[in-house]
């Protein structure tokens, strides 16, 4: 009785196993069959762009002062918010979501004001590197994938 119990089971993860297929997850993968908007060196650079912002991001200090942190996470959020919409092609959201950037960006400048002046630098050298590499993410966005609609 219990060869035969041992045997199903092991017939029955035999056929489950090889019946499984891997499921590919990659954005490569997924928009290989879409109309890509972006080119090859295109797509390689907002990827390094968005991969250096992102480890900012996370490798971003907390400060001293409780509205600065809670105005960096708005910044990390509309940040995510934008290279989310770039990847997806969303071209309102991407508008949206630069605003949103600007607006908190420029809350942050004004409140460097509050901060000691090692904790102003450190939060200066952030922004700096973050303002460039969205600069750069802007200027590899081609031109005719923003004024059509995408779906």
Do not use: W
């Amino acid at each position: 009785m219990r060869k035969l119990n041992f045997g199903y089971t092991l017939l029955l993860l035999l056929t489950l196993s090889c019946s499984a297929e891997k499921i590919n997850l990659s954005p490569v993968g997924i928009s290989s069959g879409q109309n890509n908007v972006y080119s090859y060196s295109e797509r390689k650079n907002i990827i390094v762009y968005s991969s250096e912002i992102t480890n900012l991001l996370t490798s971003f200090p907390k400060f001293r002062n409780d509205s600065v942190n809670a105005e960096i996470t708005k910044l990390k959020y509309h940040i995510k918010d934008y290279i989310g919409a770039m990847e997806a092609y969303n071209v309102n959201g991407l508008n949206i979501a630069q605003r949103n950037f600007e607006k908190s960006y420029k809350k942050l400048q004004n409140l460097r004001k509050f901060l000691n002046e090692d904790e102003d630098q450190i939060l200066n050298r952030y922004l700096v590197r973050i303002k460039t590499n969205m600069t750069f993410l802007e200027s590899n966005i081609s031109k005719d994938s923003t004024s059509t609609s995408l779906k």
